[in-house]
Nanobody, 125 residues
Framework: QVQLVESGGGVVQPGGSLRLSCAASEGTFSTYAMGWFRQAPGKERKFVASISWDSRRATYVDSVKGRFTISKDNAKRTVYLQMDSLKPEDPALYFC??????????????????WGQGTQVTVSS
C-alpha cells in the first residue's frame, strides 16, 4: 500500500497560482497512474486531473482545462498539480491518489485507492 502526503495548499487571490505536491512513500509508484481530486464542504469528491504512469497522457475535468497542469516525477516519487488563474469555484480540499491497477488512466474516484489526507486550497480576495 502506498502512502501519500499532499502539500502546497494555501490562500490565494482570484487569478493567483498554487502548486500542489503529493509525495509517495512505500509501495509502487512508477507504474501507476496518479490523480488529483477535490472535495468542497458538503459535496462529493470530484475528479480534477490524472496522468499516466509514464506521463505521456493526461486528462482533466473541463472546468480546469487550460488552467491546471498535472505532472509526475517517478524518480522523486511525486505528482504535482500546477494551478493557475484560480477562480472562486476552485476552493476545496485537494487529494491525490494512486490508481488501483497499473498502466491505467482513470477519471473516477472508484478507480483510485491509497488516498492522501488532502491539502486545503482557498481562493479569497
Amino acid at each position: 500500500q502506498v502512502q501519500l502526503v499532499e502539500s502546497g495548499g494555501g490562500v490565494v487571490q482570484p487569478g493567483g497560482s498554487l502548486r500542489l505536491s503529493c509525495a509517495a512513500s512505500e509501495g509502487t509508484f512508477s507504474t501507476y497512474a496518479m490523480g488529483w481530486f477535490r472535495q468542497a464542504p458538503g459535496k462529493e469528491r470530484k475528479f480534477v486531473a490524472s496522468i499516466s504512469w509514464d506521463s505521456r497522457r493526461a486528462t482533466y475535468v473541463d472546468s480546469v482545462k487550460g488552467r491546471f497542469t498535472i505532472s509526475k516525477d517517478n524518480a522523486k516519487r511525486t505528482v504535482y498539480l500546477q494551478m493557475d488563474s484560480l477562480k472562486p469555484e476552485d476552493p476545496a480540499l485537494y487529494f491525490c491518489s494512486r490508481e488501483r491497477w497499473p498502466n491505467g488512466l482513470g477519471t473516477h474516484a472508484s478507480q483510485f485507492a491509497s488516498w492522501g489526507q488532502g491539502t486545503q486550497v482557498t481562493v479569497s480576495s
